[in-house]
């Protein structure tokens, strides 16, 4: 009953739009205070110049033309159908729509074999309102208002990653009728690009700790920002802080020899790492 009340929600803004020319991104809650914070993609380098997708009962015909700034795919008719920076990370490639220079709506697509999520914009407008009124996404909350007509939110890749795998799962995919063809406009170089090895998210995440055994100090190398807690055999935290630089020291000069587990986590995403320590 809910579902069906929504849907009809939806269908009464689609048809208010319409008649009044208002887009999504004018009635939406919700808008966020920064694009989303990766570089743009090309997406004519990685899908080709044109998408075929089996949307509804109809066949979408998208055109796509790049540059190193931003993207704009066009109808078979020559409409905007967006405009402006696309970016990647993880398996979703997010839309940033610009209402002004403060204010920026974000949707989200992924492709899995020949299905494509997402292509509805302004579905996941209202999804993005529905999920921050449930409390999902409070860690980025700026300010609402007292009607919960205007909702501002800080953009944080992670958190926002979360947000858009919740809305995807509760989405009905499209299909795209020519994968093959865009499978073989991803050349080798785009595909090298598309993993951005440079971008400290997608490195492996990496921690050294020596010496071992350890006197006095534990240094302790890795490449993202981390949290860390010592254990010893026992299981008894005896030491945590943080981990902000490349190289860190980490004073054991006051703890009693024996085996150690050190905990490190990246802050970013939560990914850990332990290992064993022999304090000297």
Known sequence: MKLIKYLILILIVVISCKKAEVSPEELTKSTFDSPFPKNNKQLDRIFGETLLVKYYNDTLVLNIKSNKYTNLITNKIGDTVFYGKVCKYRDYYYFNHKKNDTSYCISAFKIKGNLIYGLDFGTQFFAVDENILKGIYKKELVSINSDTTVIRLKTNKVELKKLFTIIMNNTVPDTLLNPKFTLNNISKNELVTEKDEDDPDNVEYSVKAYPIP???????????????????????????????????????????????????????????????????
């Open 214 to 280: 350890a006197v006095d100090f534990i240094n302790v190398e890795t490449n993202k920002k981390s949290s860390f807690q010592l254990i010893n055999s026992s299981n008894k935290l005896i030491l945590e802080g943080q981990l902000n630089d490349v190289k860190n020291k980490i004073d054991i000069s006051n703890q009693q020899s024996g085996l150690y587990f050190l905990i490190v986590k990246n802050i970013d995403n939560s990914q850990t790492k332990t290992l064993k320590i022999l304090i000297k």
